[in-house]
């Protein structure tokens, strides 16, 4: 599947396509960090677990999608969103201009960003 089993990635930039989904098998054993740019496509669902892999990122965004609800298989639990080193406030992780319904108790636990939500 997509990026299964690569080594190391240190930013994804999938941003302005037609992509309509993403499943955990596209990034499975794939340690992601960096960015990941996912905004402006028709992402209307990500399989939950998808990123409860990933531990850190600079920077995290589906803005410009179509999901009604955030992944709650640990995606992001115990994240840390960094930004950029020597430069306040830069991390992001943004999940704006979509159809989000519901957020769960649970979606964001031990969450932390050097910057915005």
Partial sequence: MAFQN????AEIQ???NTIPLILKSHFQNCPLAGFILLNNNDIGYIEDGTFEHVT???YFTVANNKLTHVPNGG???????TGLIGLADTGRLDLSN???IVLDDH???NL???GYL
């Avoid at 995606?75 to 969103?81: A, E, K, M, N, S």
């Fill in 6 to 9: 690569c080594t190391s990635l």
């Fill in 14 to 16: 999938l941003a302005f």
């Fill in 107 to 109: 979606s964001f636990k």
């Fill in 56 to 58: 850190e990122l600079t």
């Fill in 112 to 114: 932390t960003i050097n």
């Fill in 98 to 100: 979509n159809r989000l």
């Fill in 75 to 81: 995606d992001f639990t115990d994240l840390r969103i």
